[in-house]
Nanobody, 127 residues
């Protein structure tokens, strides 16, 4: 059974930083791309970053490009999201998810492209 457990969310002032982690178990980690999504109240779930199984392909949404960094440690079955220069509009529940493929594709930025999801972690950025 695949399990994804996010950690690292919290409350931070605008301009601050947070680092999220997602620990995976239940499948061969490096064979699957991973994505980070977020969902704010009343809004659709948005992919903010994705990384291929080997870590060589990376996607960022325009809203976070230059501020967020996604990475993975395949030896530790963990994917990370470093968030810098946080803004109030970054406030959301952040989820990690595992793709059905090792490589990024046109569906990697869509929630329907992912098989398994974590429970989410709240990130709140105060102004």
């Amino acid at each position: 059974q695949v399990q994804l457990v996010e950690s690292g969310g919290g409350l931070v002032q605008a301009g601050g930083s947070l680092s999220l982690s997602c620990a995976a178990s239940g499948r061969t980690f490096n064979k699957y791309a991973m994505g980070w999504f977020r969902q704010a109240p009343g809004k659709e779930r948005e992919c903010v970053a994705a990384i291929s199984g080997g870590g060589t392909e990376i996607y960022y949404s325009d809203s976070v490009k230059g501020r967020f960094t996604v990475s993975r440690d395949n030896d530790k079955n963990t994917v990370f999201l470093q968030m810098n220069s946080l803004k109030p509009e970054d406030t959301a529940v952040y989820y990690c998810a595992t793709d059905s493929s090792q490589f990024l594709s046109s569906t990697s930025r869509l929630a329907r492209g992912y098989e398994y999801w974590g429970q989410g972690t709240q990130v709140t950025v105060s102004s």
